[in-house]
T-cell receptor, first 111, second 114 residues
Framework: RKEVEQDPGPFNVPEGATVAFNCTYS??????FFWYRQDCRKEPKLLMS???SGNEDGRFTAQLNRASQYISLLIRDSKLSDSATYLC????????????FGSGTKLNVKP | SQTIHQWPATLVQPVGSPLSLECTVE??????LYWYRQAAGRGLQLLFY??????ISSEVPQNLSASRPQDRQFILSSKKLLLSDSGFYLC?????????????FGDGTRLSIL
């Protein structure tokens, strides 16, 4: 079983829509969580950390559900520039250097 | 502020040739350093990481090796490239300490093996 699993998509949404992605993880001892954004043929860039109580950064909201072992990313009022692949990352408590990346969920925002 | 430099941006190499990719970090000291490979349409695979000079942890058996000759320099090498070594190679750094520090990536090297 993979450490981290994501729906590859693509999610095709119109501008202004709200879209949500989930990411499940298998290790219940996972310690830290992040969302990254990766544009086509570019390096991943940190979008936001995911905190236990949930956190928001502008149009982006991240949530953690430890009981069900998933994290989520909600994007409100989608912009064309939000089109990218979104990677979730899980770090286990036993090794802070092992970042487990999901394969990513592709988002296409259409005019 | 911290920056990470990775070169070259693209590389085309014949099978059996050697490889050397270099990554340097500026603006921080004693970073944790990482090499990843991303195959087309796939997720990131951790290849090596280093928590200090001369300290290398290998994650998967393969045709590659890594070295850290200086605090902020991380090198990925191969003596003889295979077709399966093609991919997008990414270097990343992270500060020492708490687990909630994210990794930050260089621009990547796109390696094609012919």
């Amino acid at each position: 079983r993979k450490e981290v699993e994501q729906d590859p998509g693509p999610f095709n949404v119109p501008e202004g829509a709200t879209v949500a992605f989930n990411c499940t993880y298998s290790n219940s001892a996972s310690q830290s969580f992040f969302w990254y954004r990766q544009d086509c043929r570019k390096e991943p860039k940190l979008l936001m950390s995911v905190y236990s109580s949930g956190n928001e950064d502008g149009r982006f909201t991240a949530q953690l559900n430890r009981a069900s072992q998933y994290i989520s990313l909600l994007i409100r009022d989608s912009k064309l520039s939000d089109s990218a692949t979104y990677l979730c990352v899980v770090i286990p408590s036993y090794n802070f250097n092992k970042f487990y990346f999901g394969s990513g969920t592709k988002l296409n925002v259409k005019p | 502020s911290q920056t990470i430099h990775q070169w070259p941006a693209t590389l085309v190499q014949p099978v059996g040739s050697p490889l050397s990719l270099e990554c340097t970090v500026e603006g921080t000291s004693n970073p944790n350093l990482y090499w990843y490979r991303q195959a087309a349409g796939r997720g990131l695979q951790l290849l090596f990481y280093s928590v200090g000079i001369g300290q290398i942890s290998s994650e998967v058996p393969q045709n590659l090796s890594a070295s850290r000759p200086q605090d902020r320099q991380f090198i990925l090498s191969s003596k003889k490239l295979l077709l399966s070594d093609s991919g997008f190679y990414l270097c990343a750094w992270r500060g020492q300490g708490a687990s909630n520090q994210p990794q930050h990536f260089g621009d990547g090297t796109r390696l094609s093996i012919l």
